[in-house]
């Protein structure tokens, strides 16, 4: 892997840079009705997607660190992973989302896309060339089938 800079630790980094951005930067500021229906329904579904993630890593008895994808023991290519790649990360974009609107700062959208970017750059992609080198073909049909995010 490039960076072993855990994914939790990254996403908390963003949360940060949201948190900063939106009281620092004296434009950009939003409200809509539903904001709060929208938010509340990203966390939802994304402690939805997380949970069921989980448990589909703890159920087959792989590894769920991403530090180190050479400990996967088995490929996990059922469930919420038929419909996402990296559905984990997915849960943290979408909890990213919704504290944005949280914060209601339009510009905290350029920091999620931000987050997208890294994580695809140092996290995503070094993962999936060790999986291809583990699972080989397996792995490289699941990843014609099934998107990266969604």
Known sequence: ?????????????????????????PVGYFDFFGRTYIMMGLLV???????WALFQFYSRKTTVDPRDPSKASSLVDSGVYAYSRNPMYLAMLMVL??????????????????????????????????????????????????????
Do not use: D, H
């Not at 892997?1 to 930067?25: D, G, N, T």
């Not at 579904?45 to 949970?51: M, P």
């Open 1 to 25: 892997m490039q960076l072993k800079v855990p994914p939790v630790i990254v996403f908390l980094f963003f949360i940060a840079l949201m948190y900063f951005l939106a009281k620092v930067l």
């Open 45 to 51: 579904i994304a402690s939805i997607v997380v949970v």
């Open 97 to 150: 989302l919704a504290f944005g609107l949280w914060l209601g700062n339009a510009f905290n959208t350029l920091l999620a896309a931000g987050f997208v970017g890294y994580m695809n750059r140092f996290q995503i992609e070094p993962e999936e060339r060790s999986l291809g080198l583990i699972f080989g073909k397996e792995y490289r049909q699941y990843c014609l089938k099934v998107r990266r995010w969604f």
